[in-house]
């Protein structure tokens, strides 16, 4: 009869490779905290300071319209830097850390009953647009539906606590006004998962639909979850830095007595606000407040500015064709606009 023994030699190597694997996670923490705290900070701090000394160098050695160009730019990009930061790092946590089964077991097998249960996950997610684009590409990633992805994508920064407080507090005795965006925003989202199902094509998406390296799926653990955060959000700040050029290019060129012209029609005033809800890129925590200061436009045409502008703007679509294609992001962005305000002007009649 064979009996067995122990190897203190060999307890000793086990222990000191199971020391040392804690000690490589140890750090791959650290650097991950680094990027987060440290370079997050250290973008905010940059942009502020360069929002605040930018118009005084552009006073110096252009005209008042370059100050104002650099306010607006600076203003955007402060404003998304934070949210994006979030998205990026759910993104990567999502990518590293959460097995795909647990997105079978969560929603529906059917894409069209999964979209207005991802629509309605939406409101977990504190975050604005910026967060968004890289939280549904991870899920997508994860082999979440694309229309139930895209659903939880236009629903998250348009229906969360944050938001809906905000609303409320910018509307002061007036909460047809939050039950209205709520409504809208919500409608929206789920309309256009259901248009997917039915109308969307996987060739307007990129063939990447499986983890891969520098997504933050290839590799689980911390590792996984650095690669994908510093490559998410170097990828994707990018695309933010287009969108809020582009907004403050628009912000400079057209003048505000052409706004002025669509006051005066109900319809034409809807429409005005949708387009400027675009260009503006305002955050989704701070559009409320924006809105409440057109006092000249109809409740109606300020309720098409909050839903629109969360899902549609020119920062988003940056983002979506960075991450998704631009094929995808004209014809999403497209049609998302219309259901937008169409959905805005319904809800607005009835509740407003």
Same mark, same amino acid.
């Given at each position: !009869? ?25 750090? +791959? ?43 607006? *730019? ?21 990518? =590293? ?5 647990? *997105?079978?077991?969560?929603?529906? $097998? ?6 207005? %249960? ?15 684009? /890289? ?8 082999? %979440? ?6 659903? &939880? ?23 047809? !006004?939050? @039950? ?11 309309? !256009? ?11 307007? +998406? /990129? ?28 990828? =994707? ?5 287009? @969108? ?44 409320? &407040? ?8 109809? /409740? ?5 500015? !909050? ?7 020119? $920062? ?11 094929? &995808? ?9 219309? %259901? ?11 509740? +407003?």
């Amino acid at each position: !009869m064979e009996t067995r023994g122990t190897d203190p030699g060999g307890a000793d190597t086990s222990g000191a490779e199971s020391r040392s694997r804690v000690a490589d996670g140890a750090r +791959l923490v650290v650097r991950a905290l680094v990027y987060v705290v440290v370079g997050g900070v250290a973008l905010v701090v940059i942009a502020t300071v360069g929002s605040v000394l930018g118009p005084m160098f552009a006073l110096d050695i252009a005209t008042p319209a370059m100050a104002a160009w650099w306010t607006v *730019f600076t203003a955007v990009a402060v404003q998304g830097i934070p949210f994006l930061l979030l998205g990026t790092v759910v993104s990567a946590a999502i990518g =590293a850390f959460v097995p795909e089964r647990v *997105f079978r077991r969560v929603l529906p $097998k059917n894409p069209a009953l999964a979209v207005p %249960v991802a629509g309605a996950a939406g409101a977990v997610l504190p975050g604005c647009e910026c967060a968004s684009v /890289p939280v549904a590409d991870s899920l997508m990633r994860r082999g %979440v539906a694309p229309a139930a992805a895209l659903a &939880f994508l236009l629903s998250a920064p348009a229906i969360n606590p944050v938001v809906l407080v905000a609303t409320s507090i910018a509307f002061p005795g007036n909460p047809a !006004m939050v @039950g209205a965006r709520l409504v809208a925003s919500l409608a929206t989202a789920v309309v !256009m998962g259901w248009l997917w199902v039915r109308f969307g094509r996987e060739e307007w +998406l /990129p063939t990447r639909r499986t983890p891969e390296v520098g997504a933050g799926a290839a590799t689980g653990g911390w590792r996984g979850f650095r690669d994908g955060l510093q490559h998410d959000f170097l990828h =994707a700040g990018g695309f933010l830095v287009l @969108g809020a050029a582009a907004a403050a290019t628009f912000n400079i060129l057209v003048p505000r007595s052409l706004l002025d012209v669509f006051t005066g029609s109900p319809w034409l005033s809807v429409l005005l606000l949708a387009v400027l809800a675009v260009v503006l890129c305002v955050c989704s925590e701070a559009d409320a &407040f924006v809105a409440a200061s057109l006092t000249g436009f109809s /409740p109606t045409a300020r309720l098409a500015f !909050m839903v629109v502008g969360p899902m549609v703007d020119l $920062k988003l679509i940056a983002l979506q064709a960075g991450t998704f294609g631009r094929a &995808f992001a004209v014809r999403f962005s497209a049609v998302t606009w219309v %259901v937008a305000v169409v959905s805005s002007g319904v809800v607005g009649w009835w509740l +407003l």
